[in-house]
């Protein structure tokens, strides 16, 4: 395999993370509707999720 490795912007991730807190559509759907593997869109939405915090504290 010497495929490049694909870097999604931080607008993407965000964009996929949220859709993913909102339940809306299973993992398994945004995968096929997004081309990302499952593994990074529960990374992303881990991310989203744990960084809230940090937005409402004021510190982001």
Same mark, same amino acid.
Request: no cysteine; glycine share 10%.
């Given at each position: 395999?010497?495929? &490049?490795?694909?870097?999604?912007?931080?607008?993407? &991730?965000?964009?996929?993370?949220?859709?993913?807190?909102?339940?809306?559509?299973?993992?398994?759907?945004?995968?096929? &509707?997004?081309?990302?593997?499952?593994?990074?869109?529960?990374?992303?939405?881990?991310?989203?999720?744990?960084?809230?915090?940090?937005?409402?504290?004021?510190?982001?």
């Amino acid at each position: 395999m010497t495929g &490049k490795r694909k870097r999604y912007s931080a607008d993407f &991730k965000a964009k996929v993370a949220l859709e993913a807190i909102r339940g809306e559509a299973t993992v398994a759907q945004l995968t096929v &509707k997004y081309g990302v593997h499952q593994t990074m869109i529960s990374a992303w939405k881990k991310q989203a999720v744990d960084g809230m915090s940090g937005v409402f504290s004021g510190k982001a």
